[in-house]
């Protein structure tokens, strides 16, 4: 009884709170049929891949510029992969949880990638790091180009995968793998900031020689927690990318990452509620402004991001945690 | 004499041209207080980086409790025993000071072997014992200089160090707050055993409270002794003292 007590008074903080508000939202609104499947599934894709970036630049303050490159690979792989390996294909019609299985062997490569690139790239401070992780997204970039045409040349023009009817699934089971996706990227959040290991990423962000000082393993938590940031983005990318019918080199465009900072950022980076609802908010912003200013909305939404970063730059979450609310302190209780 | 804790057998770590510890010996003895002094540029936070791990010197070794540490990783030597203090202090400015100890608790030598309950109670209990758990709640941002040292004091408490590293834990304080800290590092020393290396500027202070003191001039040690006799020593008065009387009656304080 006593550790059913002690669950419930941890699950009804403002955090969890809000990621079981979330979960269920999207449920309900599946369960109504508010809207369409494509539309909850590209939402929970956002809040995903921000979630998943929020593990190394959010705790470790690390810019991750070219991360893209785990969407690219996650879905690359995941398409190659149901094309030629015909149990995979079997596999992911099995629905939801087939896709995430297959998904997994996609996320667990990209992961092997960021950690072999982790180890020598994670040396770098500040922006020499973002530029490395752009050369890796280009690196992989012109790989993908000069390899993917010449495995099918009738098929895959212009390194497009595009996968043919044998190889696509439901929209239904899309909906509920990235659905699994999301809320394992946030659970993976929330638990790591609450962890000893979350602490140490977090104190890398303040003052890495101080923490290493300290005895804070700084180069392995770095490297895990850009491997597992990268697992969790190629994921999503591969999820992504099979809802969407198949993968183009697009996937490794650096406005993919754009897309996933300035969510953090909205909503606060380093916190777990951050990239929800910077997640929210930039869906909302981005939909809103292409269905009434098509055209211009990207000139309009590039204002509203500048403005956001030059006058809250700790984001919706970073100012809520500034204040007290009823005598709480909500830096306590809002993660 | 009890044994040595620590040992610095002919260390010298150089900086391009500049030699910055010289062929440096020194033995640390269990539950001494050692006041490393010397002038500025003399190479006592060097000296402190190649014990803690910071720097790796390009010749010597060091010993802590027998096992050579030499060019180990500085989270390593943390978990192993030594804690440190900076001299320019590096508090996590957006943490607590309560989460900033239980960062202390979480990766010094319980590292692994303390829930984040229990890592929680231990910071309290540190920051009661130096006197800051009125302000646990407060981010480390908002604290006074002094309490900031205080904070890297109690951070470095808080990873249950054998041998503590102080680095000028007492510079830029007023008299009444370098009272207070003098009082703090000598009840906190007796309450955990501590063997302590204290770096220091404030003469009267470290001539007081060290069991020995070393003197470093030019990365290399001139001098080694109890307090009396290196105020003594016209190599040291020469080198940093300037004034022998007025060394003396800084001893004599006591």
Redo the contacts between chains.
């Keep these: 009884m006593s550790s059913f007590s002690e669950l419930k008074a941890r699950l009804l903080k403002p955090t969890p709170l809000l990621i079981i508000l979330l979960i269920a939202a999207v449920a309900v609104a599946r369960l109504l049929n508010l809207t369409t499947l494509d539309t909850m599934t590209i939402f929970m894709y956002f809040i995903a891949i921000a979630a998943s970036l929020n593990l190394i630049m959010g705790f470790t303050g690390y810019v991750s510029f070219g991360h893209c490159v785990f969407l690219g690979i996650g879905a690359y792989i995941y398409a190659l992969m149901v094309y030629y390996v015909p149990w995979a294909n079997a596999l992911q019609k099995t629905g939801g949880l087939g896709i995430i299985a297959v998904a997994l062997i996609a996320a667990v490569i990209a992961a092997l990638v960021a950690a072999a690139v982790g180890l020598a790239v994670l040396r770098l401070r500040g922006a020499f790091f973002a530029i490395a992780t752009i050369g890796l997204d280009f690196a992989v970039l012109y790989i993908v180009m000069g390899t993917v045409p010449f495995i099918n040349p009738e098929q895959f023009y212009g390194a497009q995968v595009i996968l043919p009817s044998r190889c696509l699934v439901s929209k239904t089971s899309t909906f509920t793998a990235m659905f699994i996706t999301m809320a394992l990227v946030l659970a993976t959040n929330y638990l790591v900031r ?3 290991f979350g ?2 990423l ?2 890398i962000n ?2 890495e ?11 392995k938590y770095k490297t895990l927690a850009f491997t597992l940031s990268a697992f969790f983005t190629a994921l999503a990318g591969a999820v992504f990318y099979l809802n969407g019918g198949g993968v183009s080199p697009e996937a490794f465009d650096l406005a993919h990452t754009v897309d996933m900072i300035v969510m953090i950022v909205i909503g606060g980076l380093g916190t777990v509620s951050g990239p929800i609802v910077g997640g929210i908010v930039y869906y909302w912003l981005y939909d809103t402004l292409l269905v009434h200013y098509p055209g211009v909305n990207l000139i309009i939404l590039g204002i509203i991001v500048g403005l956001i970063i030059l006058f809250a730059p700790e984001g919706v979450v970073g100012i809520l945690r500034r204040y007290e609310f009823k005598g709480v ?1 909500l830096r ?1 209780v809002l993660e | 004499m009890p044994e040595a804790i620590l040992t610095v057998e002919n260390v010298t770590k150089r900086f391009g041209g500049l030699v910055a510890l010289n062929k440096v010996n020194i033995d640390v003895y269990d539950g001494e207080i050692l006041g490393l002094i010397g002038p500025n540029g003399a190479g006592k936070t060097t000296l402190f980086n190649v014990i ?3 720097y790796k010197p390009e010749g010597g070794k060091v010993y802590f409790e027998g096992v050579e540490i030499t060019g180990k ?3 390593q030597i ?2 192993m025993g030594i ?2 203090t ?1 001299q320019i202090v ?6 607590t000071v309560l ?1 900033n100890t ?3 608790v ?3 030598r319980l ?2 072997k303390v829930s ?1 309950s229990e ?1 929680r109670e231990k910071a309290m209990k540190v920051l009661e014992l130096v006197g800051l758990d009125g302000k646990a ?1 407060e981010l480390a941002s908002k604290l006074t200089l002094h309490e900031k040292r205080i904070l890297e004091l109690a ?1 470095a408490l808080a ?1 249950e160090p054998k041998l503590l590293l102080l680095d000028e834990v007492l510079a830029g304080l007023n008299p009444k707050e370098i009272e207070e800290s003098l009082k703090i590092i000598k009840e906190t020393k007796e309450a955990k055993q501590l063997t302590v290396i204290m770096v220091e500027h404030v003469m009267h202070a470290v001539m007081n409270i060290a069991d020995r003191i070393v003197v470093l001039h030019y990365g290399e040690k001139i001098a080694e002794g109890k307090p009396v006799e290196v105020a003594n020593d016209i190599k040291v008065v020469e080198a940093y003292l300037g004034d022998r009387d007025l060394a003396l009656k800084f001893v004599k304080v006591k």
């Design positions: 609450k962890s000893r602490m140490g977090v104190a303040e003052d020689d101080a923490a290493e000082v300290m005895g804070v393993p700084t180069a302190k306590e | 803690s791990g910071v990783p500085a989270h943390t978990r804690a440190r900076h590096k508090p996590f400015n957006d943490m989460e239980m960062i202390g979480l990766f010094g590292a692994g984040m890592a709640s951070r990873a």
